[in-house]
């Protein structure tokens, strides 16, 4: 095991941190409570400046055999960043600095520690902006980019691999390689890159990405819908993209989640009647583009029994709802889990409807909340169904009607070391074996983020 | 080495060819000739229908060591799918049905020997539309997926790989598996889709692909604009973008070129003046929207000292543009090469301008035409180059620029068999052997398309 000394002698003497009290916040990350892997006693906590400060580290630790696990902001929910053995976290704080926003080739240039609210103030700064917002804004580049954040506003230009362009990343065995650039082609040989994006941390370390940048569009607007019956709510989606438009963002919320957010907010929740909403977030190239394409949303939402809509156009008003949907997480915590499946978009009607069966069948509730644009629900297990003992049973029963529509078990929030034995279940043999393969090509001593995103 | 009747028991008698005449078409693809690599002589063409048969076929060559190389349209230009040793010619070609047109999820999901022709129809009568153009509509979907297709529309949502959503794969050791779905998020452990999108045929044989449509835009207009100076056109196209309009394409072509291809395809070049085109494509949710992007785009051009600027409204008059551009490479065949480079969208001008110091040096004309909004260029090295015997000095001088400017060797043909020493030369050794350990993972035998794309 590397020791606290040999790391000194890499970072100096004041970025190595081993007292208990200093080391505990790097051994929990946002995952709910109940479902979070418990850290390892041992953990050293060191702060590296430079790649190749973390290029020495890791070469240590690969002659040593000690477990690696890289730190960014803690907003991950499946527990990738957890150290759950005796070695290092990898803390990415000082890796702050926004070194370029291009404004020639629309492209960022930032080191991985630099938060997601620090680079959309560059961009806006340089009248540009960047569409995706995966909810907490102290969400680090580098573990946005590993676990592919989504997020809402992510239905008109993508997830976070539609923007990774390059990166720097320090290997496990030390070496320190680019990948890409600020390039919006580049196919050069098999796609490491895109590895990486989605790794969830196990097969490098990235120090610096290059991500694409879009113009701040100068018409921007943000429509609440109201609906009585949520089926009407979840129908006017695809006839909202049908009709010619493509929202950054169509995010659904029931009534009872946006009312509880906005109080544990301090806030209020802009819409007075309803009990389902939907959040449409619209950009264009100037207001007579946004106006046009509101009214033909409203038109169509009417035509889906809608009660009533807002449109904020101020931008606070504007983040006043975003705010309020993106701290939804938040707002029911403590809760027993928060899911986070896919299906096809067509058929979130079907999906919430047989949730409602199960939720029925085992007489609680189960709310939802997501990113309907995209087919991406949370339901939220409350705590009630944890202190029943029934957790498993239930999310067992939401997993199967998953698959058969032919969903995902996460979207989003990565498999970390929460879902493992889902992926393990849901997956066959030989697309395993060639996951583990993969990882023993970048990490021959497993030394990365063990026990992370992969079935042993 | 597999038999052609070992072949015959699994596909039937009618769908396996070994005369030489039959199968000479099997053994060229879209690279300039001077380019293309020698394909071997004995070459048996096998058609199968279904996974099962491709699955029996693999597991038969995997057992006998014998090379299987996956033959989609056959415009792939870096001699990718060329089959260089004896061996298996695996053509796709009765792959052609599309499943579903889905306008709830707004998906598709096919046969990957669908051309790109038959999905863009099949959206069409869906009023659907799939958004990118990778050039020639005989290309596959499976083609275009594994070299992560680019071309020109891939400004606003991006290339191939944004589009694909899931597959179906036959892997190299017979097993049938499938990625993914109809699901705009989904992050369940190491991208392996991922890798497949841009893996030029080398880890599986792609079967079904499901993509992701988007509406037919009910606005669209195709902008031709002209300048005397070729710089004044470059500069434009950042300044396009940061007016806060995304295009589905900014084109770029010499005027030399323009009339070249439209006298070839016999048609009229619409530009009457001018020395350098700008081709902007531009879709909306209506036509007031499309006018409006219109008028920013014709302002910023005229900024810029555009000379003249046609706007096409007409789909006949959009798709004969559109055509003009896609034809350029047919239209100067047989020429010497056609490079494929991207740098840094802002630096087009730079490049450009090196080049053309380049061709100067050397007393030679390079013309050039490109995906402008994407920083990728063709250069189109002539016929006169090779015959003087400076065709790799001119290459090599062009690619030492692009690497100076943060660029890429080729930025949508991919490496194919055609690239691989620029691979070698300009990729570092450690990402060398973990593509060639992602490989194996796949394809312990290297069966499956050997000599393309990997460093040995």
């Known amino acids: 095991m ?27 990350d946002s995952t709910p409570p109940s479902m979070m ?10 702060k590296p400046a430079t790649s190749e400060e973390i290029s020495q580290i890791l070469k240590l630790a690969n002659e040593e055999l000690t477990p690696v696990y890289v730190r960014g902001g803690g907003t991950g929910m499946a527990g990738a960043a957890i150290p759950t053995r005796d070695g290092i976290v990898l803390s990415m704080e000082r890796f702050d600095k926004i070194e370029e926003i291009d404004t020639r080739s629309l492209m960022a240039v930032a080191q991985a520690g630099v938060t997601l609210g620090d680079l959309l103030e560059a961009a806006d700064e340089h009248n540009m902006s960047f569409p995706p917002h995966p909810g907490d804004e102290g969400a680090q580049l580098g573990g946005l980019v590993v676990c592919n954040a989504g ?16 990166m720097e990343v320090v290997l496990p065995t030390g070496e320190i390689v680019t990948m890409g650039g600020k390039l919006l082609k580049c196919n050069t040989g098999l796609p490491l890159m895109h590895l990486i994006v989605d790794s969830e941390g196990i097969l490098g370390v990235v120090t610096k990405v290059t991500l694409r940048l879009y113009p701040r569009f100068p018409g921007t607007a943000t429509m609440v819908i109201s609906y009585d019956d949520r089926n009407d709510a979840i129908n006017t989606v695809p006839a909202i993209l049908q009709a010619g438009v493509i929202p950054l963002a169509i995010e ?19 819409a007075q009647q309803g009990k389902a909403y939907l959040i449409v977030i619209l950009s264009g190239s100037n207001e ?10 409203a038109d169509v939402c009417q035509k889906y029994n809608a009660i009533d809509t807002l449109m ?6 504007q983040s006043d709802i975003l705010k309020i949907r993106s701290e939804v997480q938040s707002a029911v915590s403590p809760n027993a889990d928060s899911l986070d499946t896919a299906v ?26 997501g990113h309907a644009g995209d087919g991406n629900l949370h339901h939220i297990l409350m705590k009630d169904i944890a202190d029943r003992g029934i957790l498993d049973e239930i999310k067992l029963e939401i997993y ?18 929460k879902s493992i034995k889902l992926l393990d279940r849901y997956t066959d043999e030989r697309q395993k074996q060639i996951m583990r393969d993969v990882k023993k090509a970048f990490d021959p001593n497993n030394i990365l983020n063990p026990d992370t995103a992969i079935v042993p």
Request: no cysteine; net charge negative; glycine share 8%.
């Open 312 to 317: 904020a156009e101020r931008r606070e008003e």
């Open 400 to 417: 199967d009607v998953v698959m058969k529509l032919g969903g995902t078990l996460t979207a989003e929030h990565g498999i970390g070391k």
């Open 151 to 166: 997020g809402a506003r992510a239905v008109k230009f993508g997830v976070m691999r539609n923007y990774v362009k390059g």
């Open 2 to 28: 590397v020791t606290a000394d040999a790391l000194k002698q890499i970072v100096g003497d004041d970025w190595v941190v081993t007292a208990d009290d200093q080391t505990a916040p790097y051994k929990i």
């Open 344 to 369: 096809p978009p067509g058929d979130i009607g079907i999906f919430m409807a047989e949730v409602d069966k199960i939720a029925e069948k085992y007489n609680t509730k189960i709310p939802v909340v």
């Open 37 to 46: 892997p418990k850290a390892a006693e041992h953990i050293i906590v060191v």
């Open 288 to 297: 007579d583009e946004v106006y046009s394409q509101a009214e033909l949303v």
């Open 252 to 270: 659904y919320m029931d009534r009872e989640i946006a009312e509880l957010t906005a109080n544990y907010l301090g806030m209020t929740w802009p």
